[in-house]
């Protein structure tokens, strides 16, 4: 079945540093991938996703990369923000099938501090 | 942008008494519509998953006649956690998903069974 593997957090990074965050999956086809965010108490909200290989999402700064050869689908931010303190999952989506339902990762925490 | 609406966004209740969440899709018609569920510190859990107009498909483990799901209509599907129990205490999220295959999620439900 379908799977997906983040880094396990928590992550502490201070404000204006570097942030990788990893994914990598395993599907059995050529799925969709996505990064959602959850701030504290919300629901998750889209971050960015890429729907075939070598396809690079991007949104406030993040991006990501989807590569085919090593099944990854690394997060990555330049300069994080105080803001950005929230849980990131990484997600796929079979193609095909009737339900189209995600396949989600344990989630990562990142807390940035001033 | 597609909007779905989660009400209500905490609900405490008595052991042995019945909630139910609604989650209503406010601009777009969704064709399926997922129920998750999700512990402290841990990942999204998929509970079923609805088509408008027809019978809800659990997953593995989840008890259909405790998690009681109707989609009656492309705009609204609920969930009624019956006979709750304190193990019942979770945050739900629900998801809706339209035929350009975005999904659009719910800010969730904080259920607390005292």
């Known amino acids: 079945g379908n799977s997906v593997t983040q880094m396990e957090g928590p992550v502490t990074l201070s404000e204006e540093a ?31 996703k890429a729907t075939k290989a070598d396809d690079k999402g991007s ?21 994080v923000q105080v803001s950005d303190s929230a849980v990131y999952f990484c997600a796929l989506r079979e193609r095909g099938g009737s339900n189209y339902k995600l396949t989600f990762g344990k989630g990562t ?3 940035v501090n001033p | ?4 609406s989660q009400h209500p966004s905490r609900v405490i209740c008595k052991s042995g008494t019945s909630v139910k969440i609604e989650c209503r899709s406010l601009d777009f018609q969704a064709t399926t519509m997922f129920w998750y569920r999700q512990f402290p510190k841990q990942s999204l859990m998929l509970m079923a998953t609805s088509n408008e107009g027809s019978k809800a498909t659990y997953e593995q483990g989840v008890e ?51």
Do not use: M
């Open chain 1, 109 to 111: 925490l990142l807390t």
């Open chain 1, 59 to 79: 949104n406030k700064g993040f991006e990501a990369t989807y590569r085919k050869e090593t099944t990854s689908f690394h997060l990555e931010k330049g300069s």
């Open chain 1, 18 to 48: 570097f942030l990788t965050i990893n994914c990598t999956y395993t599907a059995t086809g050529y799925p969709s991938l996505f990064w959602y965010v959850q701030y504290p108490g919300e629901g998750l909200q889209l971050l960015l």
């Open chain 2, 64 to 114: 259909k006649d405790k998690f009681l799901i109707n989609h009656a209509s492309l705009t609204l599907s609920t969930l009624t956690v019956t006979s709750a129990h304190p193990e019942d205490s979770s945050f739900y999220i629900c998801s809706a998903t339209d035929s350009n295959y975005g999904y659009t999620f719910g800010s969730g439900t904080r259920l607390t069974v005292v």
């Open chain 2, 1 to 4: 942008g597609a909007v779905v």
